[in-house]
Structure formats: C-alpha cells, structure tokens
Nanobody
Framework: QVQLVESGGGLVQSGGSLRLSCTAS????????MGWYHQAPGKQRELVAS???????DYADSVKGRFTISRDNAKNTMYLQMNNLKPEDTAVYYC???????????????WGQGTQVTVSS
C-alpha cells in the first residue's frame, strides 16, 4: 500500500518557523511532481508549492520569499521550510505526490492525511 505521511505541524507565533516533512512509502517505482497544499476552514484546498523530480519549483504568490520546498529523492521525502509565518497561513497542510506504483503502468495522485499548522498573532 502506498502511503504519504506528513509531520512537523504545530502551533507557532507570528514570525516563527516550522518545517514540514512528507515521506512516501510502499511499492513505488517513480515519484514525479510533489507538492504541498493547504486548506483553511471554509475554503478550498489550494497549492502552496510544488517541486519536480529535477528540482524545479513553483510557489503561490502568498508564500514566495517565505517558504522553501525541497526533496530528497533517495529518501522519497519532501520538505517545506516555512519562515516568517503569518496568521493567514493557518490551515491543514497536505502532501501530494504524482507517482507510479509497481504493477501499474500509469501514474496517479496520492494524498497524505494532513498536518495542522496554526499561527497565533
């Protein structure tokens, strides 16, 4: 069974930092683009940042200059370093991976269970 497990969320004061991790496990052949999404109460889930296998990155305008996405392909792990956090960053953060598992010929999107990030003012 393919699983994505996030960690690193928590409560932090405005201006503080957190580092999220997401590790993929199971019968995986290749992991392609990975990304972090967030969803605040009453709002739609939206992309925060994404990273390709080669390391090309993309960020939502609201986090540019504050968040950094990275990945370790050997460990099937992705990170999100979040600095200068603001109360509006408060949300559940979800890990997403576009990957191909063993015995399948097509790639599919997988999601983690989410980790809560709360920024107090």
């Amino acid at each position: 069974q393919v699983q994505l497990v996030e960690s690193g969320g928590g409560l932090v004061q405005s201006g503080g930092s957190l580092r999220l991790s997401c590790t993929a496990s199971g019968p995986i052949v290749n992991i392609y683009t990975m990304g972090w999404y967030h969803q605040a109460p009453g709002k739609q889930r939206e992309l925060v940042a994404s990273i390709t296998t080669a390391g090309s990155t993309d960020y939502a305008d609201s986090v540019k200059g504050r968040f950094t996405i990275s990945r370790d392909n050997a460990k099937n792990t992705m990170y999100l370093q979040m600095n200068n956090l603001k109360p509006e960053d408060t949300a559940v953060y979800y890990c997403n991976a576009d990957l191909r598992r063993r015995s399948e010929y097509t790639r599919r999107s997988y999601w983690g269970q989410g980790t809560q990030v709360t920024v107090s003012s």
